[in-house]
């Protein structure tokens, strides 16, 4: 199996890393040249993932051409609103064998579609050929070899096993799962959650406080899944509040991180060149609520996140705004 990996950011170079301790070829494309040299030479990511030893079987190049060349696997892993631009650059290089996975975990600003929806429009991949891993997967933890799991969801079965195989590690562990929807909202919407989490720390506004949004946040999630047919169960999985769980409560988590520095008092602008590195739900929030509200899903936590985003809410507004909602019975869907 020959694996391309675009691009050298922190995530990307974590899977890398698994791919190639699995035994897998592997080839991960950097657009700078300092980082691709670093990896070929050093065997390490200074910018994305210093001090990590990355094994010496693991390859870097700056040309697309050449990683995606023989390529059994197109790991995909940039920022999700760049995807489109760079797949209209990418897509004359895919060979027609070539299954290409998404690791991104964003819903297309002005589309409202699903990562791997945007693979398909652009690239004219059949959805067979597109699969997404998703999970409770911090790269940070992932590329210093800590446990961890996965799934890789795709419609077509052997082609999830296959890539199940090329990623197995004694410390990292796929598991695979035909529900694309459920897992791919499921990594989209716990970055916002995450932020309104961050929001809630920032505040100092207790554990209580987090239950209830990580708890809130998985029904929001569950609902929006629904109507989009999604299988229910897939949210009690780890696409689902295994990795809403991490992203909600590491120090490791940018979309926390980011809402942390909003509940201290920062402004976006501020909170963004703080977390240096792209906090997803920042630019997601807003269409997913638009995928929300197109299709008749109340989602009150991303509402108050996306208003706060925007500033036409304050962050002790929103605390409020969610804690004057009217009670209603806990069950699912509501």
Not at 14 to 19: D, H, K
Not at 230 to 250: E, N
Request: hydrophobic share 45%; with cysteine; aromatic share 4%.
């Amino acid at each position: 199996m020959k694996t391309a990996v675009l691009s050298a950011g922190s995530w990307g170079t974590a899977f890398a890393v698994v791919l190639a301790d699995a035994g897998t070829d592997v080839i991960l494309h950097g657009r700078r040249s300092e980082i691709v040299d670093a990896i070929n030479t050093r065997h390490e990511n200074p910018v994305y993932l210093p001090d990590i030893i990355l094994p010496t079987s693991l390859k870097a190049t700056t040309d697309v051409a050449q990683a995606l060349a023989g390529a059994d696997f197109l790991v995909v892993s940039i920022p999700a609103q760049s995807l489109r631009d760079n797949l209209a650059c990418w897509a004359p290089l895919i060979e027609s064998s070539t299954v290409v996975v998404s690791l991104m975990k964003g819903i297309e600003t002005h589309t409202g579609l699903r990562m791997s929806e945007v693979i398909t429009e652009v690239t004219a991949v059949p959805a067979e050929r597109v699969a997404v891993l998703s999970g409770p997967n911090l790269a940070r933890e992932i590329s210093a070899r800590r446990p961890a799991a996965s799934v890789i969801a795709c419609r077509n079965e052997i082609a999830a096993k296959s890539l199940q195989e090329a990623c197995l590690t004694p410390y990292f562990r796929p598991y695979t799962n035909r529900d694309v929807i459920g897992c791919e909202l499921g990594g989209a919407v716990k970055n916002v959650i995450a932020l309104a989490i961050g929001l809630a720390a920032g505040m100092g506004l207790g554990d209580n406080a987090r239950a209830l949004l990580i708890t809130r946040g998985l029904a929001e999630t569950a609902r929006l899944g629904a109507k989009l047919g999604a299988d229910p169960l897939t949210f009690s999985g780890l696409a689902g509040v295994g990795d809403l769980i991490a992203t909600c409560t590491s120090p490791l988590s940018r979309n926390r991180t980011f809402g942390e520095h909003l509940g201290q008092g920062m402004t976006v602008a501020e909170a963004t060149a703080a977390t240096s590195q792209t906090a997803e739900g920042v630019k997601s929030s807003q269409s997913i609520l638009g995928l929300a509200q197109r299709h008749g899903v109340e989602m009150p936590i991303t509402e108050v996140v996306v208003a706060v985003l925007h500033g036409s809410m304050t962050v002790a507004e929103a605390a409020s705004r969610l804690m004057s909602r009217s009670p209603k019975p806990e069950q699912y869907g509501a």
